[in-house]
C-alpha cells in the first residue's frame, strides 16, 4: 500500500467523459490498496474562460478579486470528480485549497505556498476516502483566496506530496512522459525512463514544458519522486529524481531543448573599460527585458563587441533601448538579428564524461551549420545557430548522441 498523490490537469479532466475517465483510473489505484490524494485544475480552457471575463469588465481587475474568479474554475472539477467517484461506489471527499488549509502568502495571482496542514487530509484518507484537492489556489493568514501563477496545479501537488510525505506524485497530462527532445520535430525522440530534477529543470526552463518549473523545483527540494505520465494511454511515463537515485540509466545526454522565438543584439566597438558591460545589459533589463545568453569579446585594439539574445519579441525594444546610448556608449554599431534560435544538449553525465562539446560540434560542423554563440554550464551546452538550421541541428545532435535508439541493457558489475 502506497500513498499516492495524482495530479490531473486541464485536458485530462476536460469533459465530463474524461472526469468519468480519471474517475475509473482512481478507482483501479484504491482496488490495489492504494491510498489516493488528487489534485485537479480547472476544466480546460475555463482560466481562460473566466480571465477573459474579467477583461471584459476592466483591463487591469485587482489581483484579490481576480484569484476570487480563477479559483471557481478548480472548484467545478473537484466536485465533479467527486460525484464520478461516489458514484462508482468509492468515498471520495472534495476539499478547496482554504479547506485543507493550504497557507500561503498574500501575493495575489502568484502567490507561493508556505505551509500545509496534512491532518484533515490523513484523517479523511484513514476513513478510507479518496481526498479531491482543487489545485492552484491556497488562502493567506487573512483568509484571502490567492492562487498561484498559471499552471499552478504542478505545484500544488508537489507540495501536498511532500507534506504528507507521499511515495510518490503523479502528474498525468496529454502527453506520455518526457522525451529526449520534441517529438515532433525528431521522429525517433525517445521517452525518458528517468531523468534527474536538474536535467528536467533545464529542459522545461528551455522550452519542453511538461511541467511547472516551479514545481519541479519544489519536488527537488523536498525530494519528492515525481512522475510525468499520459492520464490518457497506458505506460510509466518518466520519473523524475535525484541524481544519486539514478542507477539504472546512464546515459550521458538526458535530452536536446530549443528555443525559436529568439533574437540576437550585438553592440559593437565599444570601448573596452570596466563597467562597459553594466551599461549595456542594464538598461536592457531594467525595461523588464529577459537577457539570456551574453557573451562579451575583447578585441586586440582595445574595443569591445557585446552580444546577448532576448525573446524575439522584446528585441525591437532592446534596439531603440540600445540605439538611444549608442552614442554615449561610444558604440561603432548596433545591430538586431532575428533570425536565430538557440539549441541545448543536456545532461549530468556532462559532469563526468569530457569530450561532449567537441562531439556536439562535430555534428553541426557535419551539417554545415555555422554557430553564432556557444555556452556552457555544468550540466548543459547551448549554442546559438540560424533558425532555418533548428530542426536540421536538433535532428543532427538526436543521432550524433544516439539518443533514440534504445539505452543499453544495465552490466552486471
Ligand atoms: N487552471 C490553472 C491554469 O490554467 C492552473 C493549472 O491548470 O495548473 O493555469
Ligand atoms: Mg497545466
Given at each position: 500500500m502506497a500513498l499516492i498523490v495524482q495530479k490531473y490537469g486541464g485536458t485530462s479532466v476536460g469533459s465530463i467523459d474524461r472526469i468519468e475517465a480519471v474517475a475509473e483510473k482512481i478507482a483501479g489505484f484504491r482496488d490495489r490498496g492504494d491510498e489516493v490524494v488528487v489534485v485537479v485544475s480547472a476544466m480546460s480552457g475555463e482560466t481562460n474562460r473566466l480571465t477573459a471575463l474579467a477583461m471584459e469588465v476592466m483591463d487591469a481587475p485587482t489581483p484579490r478579486e481576480m484569484d476570487v474568479l480563477l479559483s471557481t474554475g478548480e472548484q467545478v472539477t473537484i466536485a465533479l470528480l467527486c460525484m464520478a467517484l461516489e458514484k462508482r461506489g468509492y468515498g471520495a471527499r472534495s476539499f478547496t485549497g482554504g479547506q485543507v488549509r493550504i497557507l500561503t502568502d498574500s501575493a495575489h495571482t502568484r502567490a507561493r505556498i508556505r505551509e500545509i496542514d496534512g491532518t484533515r487530509i490523513h484523517a479523511q484518507l484513514e476513513q478510507?476516502?479518496?481526498?479531491?484537492?482543487?489545485?492552484?489556489?491556497?488562502?493567506?493568514?487573512?483568509?484571502?483566496?490567492?492562487?498561484?501563477?498559471?499552471?499552478?496545479?504542478?505545484?500544488?501537488?508537489?507540495?501536498?506530496?511532500?507534506a504528507l510525505e507521499a511515495d510518490e506524485c503523479q502528474i498525468y497530462t496529454d502527453v506520455?512522459?518526457?522525451?529526449?527532445?520534441?517529438?515532433?520535430?525528431?521522429?525517433?525522440?525517445?521517452?525518458?525512463?528517468?531523468?534527474?530534477?536538474?536535467?528536467?529543470?533545464?529542459?522545461?526552463?528551455?522550452?519542453?514544458?511538461?511541467?511547472?518549473?516551479?514545481?519541479?523545483?519544489?519536488?527537488?527540494?523536498?525530494?519528492?519522486?515525481?512522475?510525468?505520465?499520459?492520464?490518457?494511454?497506458?505506460?510509466?511515463?518518466?520519473?523524475?529524481?535525484?541524481?544519486?537515485?539514478?542507477?539504472?540509466?546512464?546515459?550521458?545526454?538526458?535530452?536536446?531543448?530549443?528555443?525559436?522565438?529568439?533574437?540576437?543584439?550585438?553592440?559593437?566597438?565599444?570601448?573596452?573599460?570596466?563597467?562597459?558591460?553594466?551599461?549595456?545589459?542594464?538598461?536592457v533589463s531594467e525595461a523588464g527585458i529577459e537577457v539570456d545568453v551574453i557573451v562579451q569579446n575583447a578585441a586586440a585594439d582595445g574595443s569591445n563587441d557585446i552580444t546577448f539574445t532576448v525573446k524575439r519579441r522584446d528585441s525591437e525594444q532592446a534596439r531603440e533601448i540600445l540605439e538611444k546610448l549608442s552614442a554615449s556608449l561610444k558604440a561603432r554599431d548596433v545591430s538586431l538579428d532575428k533570425k536565430i534560435c538557440k539549441v541545448s544538449l543536456v545532461g549530468v553525465g556532462m559532469r563526468s564524461h569530457a569530450g561532449i562539446?567537441?562531439?556536439?560540434?562535430?555534428?553541426?560542423?557535419?551539417?554545415?551549420?555555422?554557430?553564432?554563440?556557444?555556452?556552457?554550464?555544468?550540466?548543459?551546452?547551448?549554442?546559438?545557430?540560424?533558425?532555418?538550421?533548428?530542426?536540421?541541428?536538433?535532428?543532427?545532435?538526436?543521432?550524433?548522441?544516439?539518443?533514440?535508439?534504445?539505452?543499453?541493457?544495465?552490466?552486471?558489475?
Open positions: 478510507g476516502d479518496v481526498v479531491v484537492v482543487a489545485g492552484f489556489q491556497g488562502i493567506d493568514d487573512w483568509g484571502n483566496i490567492t492562487t498561484l501563477g498559471r499552471g499552478g496545479s504542478d505545484t500544488s501537488a508537489v507540495a501536498l506530496a511532500a506520455k512522459g518526457v522525451y529526449t527532445t520534441d517529438p515532433r520535430v525528431v521522429d525517433s525522440a525517445r521517452l525518458l525512463a528517468t531523468i534527474t530534477f536538474e536535467e528536467m529543470l533545464e529542459l522545461a526552463s528551455l522550452g519542453a514544458k511538461v511541467l511547472q518549473i516551479r514545481a519541479v523545483e519544489f519536488a527537488g527540494k523536498y525530494r519528492v519522486p515525481l512522475r510525468v505520465l499520459s492520464s490518457f494511454e497506458e505506460g510509466e511515463g518518466t520519473l523524475i529524481s535525484l541524481e544519486e537515485e539514478l542507477v539504472m540509466e546512464e546515459a550521458t545526454i538526458a535530452g536536446i531543448a530549443f528555443e525559436r522565438d529568439e533574437a540576437k543584439l550585438t553592440v559593437s566597438g565599444v570601448p573596452d573599460v570596466p563597467g562597459i558591460a553594466y551599461k549595456v545589459i542594464g538598461p562539446a567537441a562531439r556536439m560540434f562535430k555534428a553541426l560542423a557535419d551539417e554545415n551549420i555555422n554557430i553564432d554563440i556557444i555556452t556552457t554550464s555544468e550540466i548543459k551546452i547551448s549554442v546559438v545557430v540560424g533558425e532555418k538550421y533548428l530542426e536540421l541541428a536538433v535532428r543532427a545532435l538526436h543521432s550524433a548522441f544516439e539518443l533514440g535508439d534504445p539505452q543499453p541493457a544495465i552490466s552486471g558489475n
